[in-house]
């Protein structure tokens, strides 16, 4: 249903849709309003997706640099734990050795050492 409006400057009838009136082109009000508020929601959404954009531009980015960090964390601790391991073998190798010769020491002199001094 079609609601008609009278021109406040002209007095003419014209649809309520119609933003001016069609013979004298004066605004009317609430049509013009709803135009504006359209516009406005428009402008809002359109911000809003270009802000949707940026966040989302932004967490891939900032995932991007977890994920590096993460990866350069990994490589590190790798290469501490493989260090630390490599060296402890290497000590363990070490004192197996030694543990082999102290042991070769005292089966050498384990008679004479070994005596009823306690
Ligand atoms: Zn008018």
Same mark, same amino acid.
Not at 89 to 116: C, I, M, W
């Given at each position: 249903?079609?609601? @008609? ?34 516009? @406005? ?12 954009? *940026? ?5 891939? *980015? ?15 601790? @790798?290469?501490?734990? *493989? ?23 005292? *089966? ?11």
């Amino acid at each position: 249903m079609e609601k @008609l409006i009278v021109c406040a400057s002209c007095g003419a009838e014209y649809d309520s849709e119609l933003v001016r009136c069609p013979y004298c082109g004066t605004a009317y009000a609430p049509a013009e309003e709803k135009e504006y508020m359209q516009q @406005l929601d428009e402008t809002r959404k359109e911000l809003e997706a270009h802000k949707e954009d *940026g966040i989302k531009s932004m967490k891939k *980015g900032l995932g991007r640099v977890i994920l590096l960090t993460v990866l350069a964390v990994a490589v590190i601790v @790798l290469l501490i734990v *493989g260090g630390l391991w490599l060296s402890k073998s290497g000590e363990n190798d070490r004192d197996a050795k030694k543990k082999e010769e102290f042991l070769n020491h005292l *089966g050498v002199t384990t008679q004479a050492e070994e005596g009823p001094e306690r």
